[in-house]
C-alpha cells in the first residue's frame, strides 16, 4: 500500500469514525423508549434502532433471496413473524413516546429524573416521599409539593422494598447478592436506627411487619425459608419454611397474625401460614407473582401476574380465586383505593400504569410511563407516584 493509498484509507476511516459518532449521539438521544423485550423474569434486553433496523434488512434480504440461500417456506414463515413482532413493538415504543410527550406538555405527568427507582412510598402527614433508588444505592427523601431532594441516605447494597410500621420507622430491604439485611431507619431524624441481619441467606426480597406481636416477616431469594425478627431488639426467633425458593411478596393480616406469601419461580406458590399455630397452613400453585397486597376489611388478597398481565384476587381463608382485574405485560407492583374504588398496577414489561374500577373490573385509564417498578397513592391530591427505571413520574389524576 502506497502513502496516496494510505492517505485514502485513512480519510474514509475518519469519515465512517464521525458518522459513527453522529449515530450513537442520535440513538443515545432516543435510547430508552424504542425498543425493549422481556427476557428472563424481569430482565431487560433492550435493543436501539440501529440493531432492530439491522435485523429487519438482514431478514428482508434473505425473504427475498430465498431461492439462492434455499430457504423452506416454514423458515420464510418464522421470519416473517420476527420481522412482524419487531415493527410491532417498534410501533407500540412511538405511539408510547407520544402519547407520553403530550401529556408532560398538558401537565398530567411529569419526571424527576432522579435515580432508577425500585419502590416509593407517600407520606401523606408530611407531605413526603421515600424513595428507593437503585441507581445512586440511596433512600430518598422527596417534597412533594417543590419535588425537591430533601435527603439522599446512602445505602449500598441496592434498597428494594420500602415498608413503614405504625411507630413511624422505615424499614428497608437490601437487594443485592448476599446483602441479607434490612435497615430499620427513624423518619424523624433520618438517621439509621437498626441493621438486621440473617446470616446464610441470600439477598432480602420481601418484607412484612406485625406491629401487634411485634414482628418483622422477611423473605429472600433462592431461600426456602421466612425469616422471622423480634421487632424490639432484631434478634431473630424463627424461620418458617415456605414451598418454593424465592418469596417475593409478603402480608399479614394484623388481627389474626395470619402471614401471607407469593413466591416467584420454584412452583410459584401462593401460601398461607396460620398465626396461632406457626404453621404451614395453605399452599397452592398458581403462576409467577412479584407484588402482593392484602385488603383486611373483606379478606382478599391482590397479586400481581408477571406473565399473564392481570391482576388476581384470592380468598384470604381459602385461597381460592375470586375474580382477575386486566392489566399488561410484566405486571408487578400493586395498590388499592378502596375508598374511590380504583386498582392502581405498574406493567413493568408494557410500560405502563393501569387504572382499573375496583367494581367493574374495567380498565379506565392508562399512562406510558418506561419499566415502571412500583406505585404509591395519594388520596386527597389525587397523585399516582410511580418508581421506574429512568427515574421518579407524577402522574396528576385531577387533569
Same mark, same amino acid.
Given at each position: 500500500m502506497n502513502q496516496k493509498q494510505k492517505d485514502i484509507y485513512n480519510n474514509t476511516l475518519t469519515k465512517f469514525k464521525l458518522k459513527a459518532l453522529k449515530l450513537k449521539k442520535f440513538l443515545n438521544k432516543f435510547m430508552g423508549w424504542y425498543v425493549f423485550f422481556p427476557f428472563h423474569f424481569g430482565l431487560l434486553l433492550r435493543l436501539n434502532l440501529a440493531f432492530t433496523t439491522f435485523i429487519c434488512v438482514t431478514i428482508s434480504f434473505l425473504i427475498t433471496n430465498y431461492k439462492k440461500f434455499k430457504l423452506s417456506k416454514l423458515t420464510i414463515f418464522r421470519l416473517s413473524l420476527l420481522i412482524a413482532g419487531i415493527i410491532t413493538i417498534i410501533l407500540h415504543c412511538s405511539i408510547s413516546f407520544i402519547e407520553k410527550k403530550k401529556l408532560i406538555k398538558e401537565g398530567k405527568i411529569k419526571h424527576v429524573p432522579i435515580g432508577a427507582g425500585y419502590d416509593v412510598i407517600y407520606d401523606k402527614t408530611k407531605q413526603i416521599l421515600y424513595y428507593a433508588n437503585g441507581s445512586e444505592d440511596s433512600l430518598d427523601i422527596v417534597n412533594t409539593k417543590s419535588l425537591n431532594l430533601i435527603?439522599?441516605?446512602?445505602?449500598?447494597?441496592?434498597?428494594?422494598?420500602?415498608?413503614?410500621?405504625?411507630?413511624?420507622?422505615?424499614?428497608?430491604?437490601l437487594w443485592k447478592a448476599l446483602s441479607n439485611q434490612i435497615w430499620i431507619i427513624d423518619e424523624d431524624t433520618f438517621k439509621i436506627k437498626s441493621k438486621l441481619s440473617c446470616p446464610r441467606s441470600f439477598a432480602a426480597h420481601s418484607i412484612a411487619i406485625?406491629?401487634?406481636r411485634n414482628r418483622i416477616y422477611v423473605g429472600f431469594e433462592y431461600e426456602n425459608f421466612i425469616a422471622v425478627f423480634n421487632k424490639k431488639n432484631g434478634k431473630i426467633i424463627g424461620r418458617y419454611i415456605v414451598p418454593g425458593r424465592d418469596v417475593s411478596a409478603l402480608m399479614v393480616n394484623p388481627l389474626t397474625g395470619d402471614l401471607y406469601g407469593a413466591e @416467584?419461580?420454584?412452583? @410459584?406458590?401462593l401460601f398461607k401460614i396460620n398465626g396461632i399455630t406457626k404453621k404451614l397452613n395453605? @399452599?397452592?400453585?398458581?403462576?409467577i407473582s412479584l407484588d402482593g397486597i392484602i385488603d383486611n376489611s373483606s379478606k382478599k388478597i391482590y397479586l400481581s401476574r408477571l406473565f399473564l398481565s392481570r391482576i388476581d384476587v384470592f380468598n384470604a381463608d381459602s385461597l381460592k380465586l375470586l375474580k382477575s382485574y386486566p392489566a399488561e405485560f410484566g405486571a408487578r407492583g400493586i395498590k388499592i383505593n378502596t375508598k374511590n374504588n380504583r386498582l392502581y398496577a405498574a406493567n413493568y414489561v408494557a410500560g405502563s400504569i393501569t387504572v382499573n374500577d375496583l367494581k367493574s373490573g374495567k380498565v379506565l385509564k392508562r399512562y406510558p410511563i418506561f419499566a415502571p417498578r412500583n406505585v404509591s397513592i395519594d388520596e386527597i391530591n389525587k397523585r399516582i407516584y410511580v418508581a421506574a427505571r429512568d427515574g421518579l413520574w407524577i402522574i396528576n389524576e385531577n387533569l
Open positions: 435527603k439522599r441516605i446512602k445505602i449500598p447494597k441496592r434498597p428494594y422494598k420500602i415498608i413503614k410500621d405504625e411507630e413511624g420507622n422505615i424499614c428497608i430491604t406485625d406491629s401487634q @416467584a419461580v420454584h412452583g @410459584a406458590y395453605r @399452599a397452592k400453585r398458581i403462576g
